[in-house]
């Protein structure tokens, strides 16, 4: 039988080299452990420093994060040197203003085979940055020319992706591989329908393969239904099996990134959803979210809180006979379409992307950006179930009944606090969890 999740890892295996940051990965699956990254970044040195020392020492199976302050992503290295020289806060780390010296020094005192460090930024035209990473040496970095142009740039997709082809050069000439993640199945964080995630993160990757990368992960958002978001990763799993032959890959889960829960009960229970979603789908690696997530930047210590419940949580369900079982909507077989179709447009992944969003033929729904087209509409239906409402030019078939649907705009915010409401409006009904035990010596914590 050609499991999909076995064929991966036959081909994982007679792949050569890997990376720092995916054997850390590979070695943690190996032995049934779930890797957690928080979304961590600060302006300064010492901040950075200390905020990496207390991941890398949590009661945890531990990837680092530098996350990337809003200057550095958009280029403007200048105010970012600006605000280190005035002492003004910064909302990430600014690595290029820092320099690869200083950003050197830093992984060198906390990073290891062990813990290795990867730099989330969100710049679509990301060259200076990737030139300013390979001289100091990053393990690991992510992004894409479509799910980092379209959410976050004004740029046009056909830089973007000349950007990123110039960057996927950069590093597959490096020495030591540096691991590449694509960020396709996150687009605008929720509200997107799960083929067209699976999709643009398996698109993302062969175009990451196509300008000589083989160290990469495609990724995906936790949604609004678990058990359409088990089909989902399965869907991704299989597509990327048959399609990235050849590479060293793994699957990433993101904790919800949208409209997050606004009491302590209901983002952790969000978070724990997610932990064990990853852990029944065979997600090798998890981005966390702490409840600090719907007001501020969180702590050193929020985060830590979040990487060890997501420990004790994988722990937990480790133990536990499955719960929930996936839905059969045909997201594989939507998904395979989205791609095949597109490669059929261009020669290469990079034109095809290109051409596919100037026809319509791809649409990412709400998607303001100039190349999108913005004619699909996506809807959650009473089940909690992520679906078309319109696919507007994209080659798919809509359920009877719902094509040509309006989603007011009344309509639309509900839809976008669909978890929060889900999921504040619940306490800890899961007996299992009151008084569940997490952290380390004196700073064990119990959630009840």
């Known amino acids: 039988m050609n499991d999909p999740v076995r064929i991966a890892e036959r081909n994982a295996a007679r792949i050569a ?24 970044g600060f302006g300064d040195l010492d901040t950075m420093r200390r905020g990496l020392l207390a991941v890398r020492g949590a009661e945890a199976t531990a990837a680092g994060t530098i996350t990337l302050d809003s200057y550095t992503r958009v280029n403007d290295h200048d105010s970012a040197r600006q605000a280190l020289r005035t002492g003004a806060e910064l909302n990430g780390f600014p690595l290029v203003a ?23 930024h969100g710049s679509a035209l990301p060259y200076p940055l990737f030139r300013a990473m390979t001289e100091a040496g990053v393990d690991a970095t992510e992004g894409g020319p479509v799910s980092y142009c379209l959410p976050y740039s004004r740029a046009p997709i056909s830089e973007a992706v000349k950007a990123w082809a110039r960057c996927c050069e950069l590093i597959a000439a490096q020495p030591e591989p540096m691991h590449l993640e694509s960020f396709g199945g996150c687009m605008l964080g929720q509200l997107c329908p799960p083929s067209l995630l699976v999709a643009l993160s398996v698109l993302e990757a062969l175009f990451f393969r196509e300008h000589g990368l083989s160290d990469i992960s495609v990724s995906y958002a936790q ?47 969000i978070l724990e959803e997610s932990v064990r979603l ?17 007001h501020r930047i969180p702590t050193i210590p929020e985060n830590v809180d979040a990487l060890e419940f997501s420990e004790s949580i994988a722990r937990d369900e480790a133990g536990r006979p499955e719960e929930v079982r996936a839905t059969d909507s045909g997201i594989y077989e939507e998904a395979r379409l989205l791609v095949d179709s597109t490669l059929e447009l261009a020669p290469t992944v990079g034109e095809a992307l290109v051409r596919a969003f ?13 190349d999108n087209a913005n ?5 959650v239906d009473p089940a909690g179930m992520l679906r078309w409402a319109e696919p507007g030019r994209m080659p798919l078939r809509v359920e009877r009944g719902t094509a040509g649907r309006r989603v007011s705009a009344k309509g639309l915010l509900t839809m976008l606090g669909f978890n929060e409401r889900r999921f504040d409006r619940e306490q800890l009904t899961h007996g299992h969890l009151r008084g569940l035990q997490y952290g380390t010596g004196s700073g064990r914590r119990s959630l009840s």
């Open 358 to 370: 100037g026809r319509g033929h791809l649409d990412v729904p709400y998607c303001l950006h100039q």
């Open 223 to 269: 949604q609004t239904s678990p058990a359409q978001d088990m089909e989902a990763i399965a869907a991704l799993r299989r597509l990327a099996s048959e399609r990235l032959a050849e590479a060293d890959w793994h699957v990433v889960l993101y904790t919800f990134m949208g409209v997050f829960p606004r009491t302590p009960v209901g983002s952790y229970r």
């Open 17 to 40: 080299p890997q990376g720092r940051f995916s054997r850390h990965v590979r070695g943690a699956h190996a032995q049934g452990r779930l890797v957690v990254q928080p979304r961590m």
């Open 375 to 379: 004619k699909s509409r996506a809807y």
């Open 278 to 294: 990853a852990v029944r789908t065979g997600s090798e690696r998890l981005i966390v979210k702490t409840p600090a997530e719907a």
């Open 98 to 120: 820092h320099g690869p010296d200083a950003t050197r020094e830093l992984l060198d005192a906390v990073s290891g085979p062990d813990f290795p460090v990867q730099v989330r």
